[in-house]
C-alpha cells in the first residue's frame, strides 16, 4: 500500500472518533502509541502494514527490554490490536496479526476501599465544617449517592438539580450521557444546600453580580468549584473526621460507592451504567468483592466449611 503509515494512522485515529466519540486524550494517547510503533518498524526495516506477528511480538520484546512498565506495555498492544482490527475491516491488509498474541495483561491494582463506617464520618465531618457546611455535605452525600466523577460534579449546572429530581442528567466523558437515581438522603441535603445557594446568588444578583449557572458557584475562571479545592476540601474532612488523609481522595468515593452497592447485591452491569464506563470490564476490577461475599457464603454455609466440633 503506497500510503505513509502515519497517514494510515491519522486515518485509523479520525475513524474512532467519529465512531466512538473518542475523547481528545484517548486520541493522542493513540496516537503516541502507534507513532512509537511505526518508528521502532522503520529503524527494524519493518513496513507497518505487512509486518506479522512475529514482526509485532518482537516490539513487545524490545519494550520489555526497555523496562516500560507492564500497564504501558498493555496499553501499546492494545492500541496495535485496534488498529490492526481497522486494518483488517477496511481491506488494507488480509489478516490481523495481533490475534493470537498474548500479551503481558494488566496489573491489576485494587482501589483503597474506604468502609461503610469510614465513609459515614466524612460526610458527617463535612456537614461540620465552620464555612461552607451546607455545600460541602451536598458535595459529599452526592458524591457518595451518585459515584460522579469529580468534574462531573463540581460541574453540575444548576438546572439539572431544580425540582427536587429523584435522577440527575450527567453528560460525562466523550459526550455521554446517562441517568443517575438520588437517593432520599442526598435529595435532602441538595434541597438545604440550594436554598441557602439561591439566597446568596440572590444579593449578589442584587449588588449587580450576574448569576451563575452552576450548582456549585465560585469566582474563579472556571465558574464553579475547582477540582484541585475540592481535592483539599475532602483531605480537611478527613481530619476532622479521623479517618486516614491519605486514603480518602474524590475517587475513592467513587469506589467505595460502587464497592458498597455490589456488596449489597447489585449486578456489575447495573454499576457500569451508573459509573458511565464504556466497557464492563473497566468495572470488573470491583469483582473482588463479590469474591469476598462468595467465600463468606460458603464459609459460612457450606458443611465442609464447619469446625470438628461443628460436625
Known amino acids: 500500500m503506497a500510503t505513509s503509515p502515519r497517514r494510515l494512522v491519522a486515518t485509523f485515529i479520525a475513524a474512532q472518533s467519529a465512531e466512538r466519540n473518542m475523547a481528545l486524550n484517548t486520541q493522542e494517547a493513540y496516537a503516541r502509541d502507534l507513532r512509537d510503533f511505526i518508528d521502532w518498524c522503520a529503524a527494524s526495516a519493518l513496513e507497518p502494514i505487512q509486518i506479522d506477528r512475529n514482526g509485532v511480538e518482537a516490539y513487545l520484546v524490545h519494550l520489555d527490554a526497555q523496562g516500560l512498565a507492564r500497564s504501558t506495555r498493555a496499553r501499546r498492544l492494545s492500541a496495535i490490536r485496534q488498529f490492526y482490527r481497522f486494518a483488517f475491516e477496511e481491506g488494507w491488509r488480509q489478516d490481523n496479526p495481533t490475534l493470537r498474541i498474548s500479551g503481558p495483561g494488566r496489573q491489576q491494582r485494587l482501589?483503597?476501599?474506604?468502609?461503610?463506617?469510614?465513609?459515614?464520618?466524612?460526610?458527617?465531618?463535612?456537614?461540620?465544617?465552620?464555612?461552607?457546611?451546607?455545600?460541602?455535605?451536598?458535595?459529599?452525600?452526592?458524591?457518595?449517592?451518585?459515584?460522579?466523577?469529580?468534574?462531573?460534579?463540581?460541574?453540575?449546572?444548576?438546572?439539572?438539580?431544580?425540582?427536587?429530581?429523584e435522577a440527575l442528567f450527567v453528560k460525562g466523558k466523550g459526550g455521554k450521557e446517562r441517568l443517575v437515581p438520588l437517593s432520599a438522603p442526598a435529595r435532602q441535603t441538595l434541597a438545604l444546600w440550594l436554598e441557602q445557594r439561591d439566597r446568596t446568588e440572590a444579593a449578589a444578583?442584587?449588588?449587580?453580580?450576574?448569576?451563575?449557572?452552576?450548582?456549585?458557584?465560585?469566582?474563579?475562571?472556571?465558574?464553579?468549584?475547582?477540582?484541585?479545592?475540592?481535592?483539599?476540601?475532602?483531605?480537611?474532612?478527613?481530619?476532622?473526621?479521623?479517618?486516614?488523609?491519605?486514603?480518602?481522595?474524590?475517587?475513592?468515593?467513587?469506589?467505595?460507592?460502587?464497592?458498597?452497592?455490589?456488596?449489597?447485591?447489585?449486578?456489575?452491569?447495573?454499576?457500569?451504567?451508573?459509573?458511565?464506563?464504556?466497557?464492563v470490564a473497566t468495572t470488573e476490577i470491583y469483582t473482588h468483592v463479590i469474591d469476598e461475599r462468595l467465600r463468606d457464603l460458603v464459609l459460612r454455609h457450606h458443611p465442609l466449611a464447619k469446625d470438628d466440633q461443628d460436625r
Open 111 to 165: 482501589p483503597k476501599v474506604l468502609s461503610e463506617d469510614e465513609v459515614a464520618r466524612l460526610i458527617a465531618a463535612a456537614g461540620e465544617t465552620p464555612r461552607d457546611a451546607r455545600r460541602n455535605s451536598c458535595l459529599m452525600e452526592l458524591l457518595y449517592a451518585t459515584g460522579l466523577r469529580v468534574t462531573e460534579l463540581v460541574s453540575l449546572p444548576v438546572a439539572a438539580v431544580r425540582g427536587d429530581p
Open 205 to 279: 444578583k442584587a449588588e449587580g453580580h450576574a448569576a451563575s449557572r452552576y450548582l456549585f458557584p465560585s469566582s474563579g475562571k472556571s465558574g464553579h468549584l475547582t477540582r484541585h479545592r475540592f481535592f483539599t476540601l475532602i483531605k480537611e474532612f478527613a481530619v476532622r473526621a479521623g479517618v486516614s488523609p491519605a486514603k480518602v481522595t474524590p475517587h475513592s468515593l467513587r469506589h467505595a460507592f460502587a464497592t458498597h452497592l455490589l456488596a449489597h447485591g447489585a449486578d456489575l452491569r447495573s454499576i457500569q451504567t451508573l459509573l458511565g464506563h464504556a466497557d
